[in-house]
T-cell receptor, first 113, second 112 residues
Framework: DAGVIQSPRHEVTEMGQEVTLRCKPI?????LFWYRQTMMRGLELLIY????????DSGMPEDRFSAKMPNASFSTLKIQPSEPRDSAVYFC???????????FGPGTRLLVL | AQSVTQLDSHVSVSEGTPVLLRCNYS??????LFWYVQHPNKGLQLLLK??????LVKGINGFEAEFKKSETSFHLTKPSAHMSDAAEYFC??????????FGAGTRLAVHP
């Protein structure tokens, strides 16, 4: 199994630009989670999907952030416009129904200048 | 509300000596508990999980953790540290069916 796949692994962009992060969950997993990790705030859950439907987006910082899951094997997290305070590592995780264990991708390290 | 507290932000040990990373939880019900490890510039990897089947849980790489309800603890141990164990360790609680509650993390340094 390839595990959770995220792309890109690193992204450097300028303030105001649109950023799109991508995630492919483990095949057969039906829940997907987006997290943000910073030194100041640790790991924060941004949003999660169950069967491609967003269930809880209360962790999404503001309207500049949006997430989609058009099918069971792909999700995107978009930031538009990006700001320097969005600089962080963004993780995607997935799990199967009936299991609490989440499996994490390698993360996308985002730097907004 | 459930919470997870890691008692040490940094732990430093010598190679070959025991490792103890401390975690306390608060929960109004019998929790699911996990330990994840994050090596530098890597994602989180599951070390072990407790789901009430057995209080002593063995994980990968020689780590184990014991669930002690009377102490509300789930400390992570390893008899002999290896240089490759240097990483950040997260104690995590199952916060209801769909959410995980992360501790703040403990950074483990291993010295030769």
């Amino acid at each position: 199994d390839a595990g959770v796949i995220q792309s890109p692994r690193h992204e450097v962009t300028e303030m105001g630009q649109e950023v799109t992060l991508r995630c492919k969950p483990i095949s057969g997993h039906n829940s997907l989670f987006w997290y943000r990790q910073t030194m100041m705030r640790g790991l924060e859950l941004l949003i999660y999907f169950n069967n491609n439907v967003p269930i809880d987006d209360s962790g999404m910082p503001e309207d500049r952030f949006s997430a989609k899951m058009p099918n069971a094997s792909f999700s995107t997290l978009k930031i538009q416009p990006s700001e320097p305070r969005d600089s962080a590592v963004y993780f995607c995780a997935s799990r199967t129904s009936g299991e609490e264990t989440q499996y994490f991708g390698p993360g996308t390290r985002l730097l907004v200048l | 509300a459930q919470s997870v507290t890691q008692l040490d932000s940094h732990v430093s040990v010598s190679e070959g000596t025991p490792v103890l990373l401390r975690c306390n939880y608060s929960s109004s019900y019998s929790p699911s508990l996990f330990w994840y490890v994050q090596h530098p510039n890597k994602g989180l990897q599951l070390l072990l999980k407790y789901t009430s089947a057995a209080t002593l849980v063995k994980g990968i790489n020689g780590f184990e953790a014991e669930f002690k309800k009377s102490e509300t603890s789930f400390h992570l141990t390893k008899p002999s540290a290896h240089m490759s164990d240097a990483a950040e360790y997260f104690c995590v609680g199952g916060g209801g069916y769909n959410k995980l509650i992360f501790g703040a993390g403990t950074r483990l340094a291993v010295h030769p």
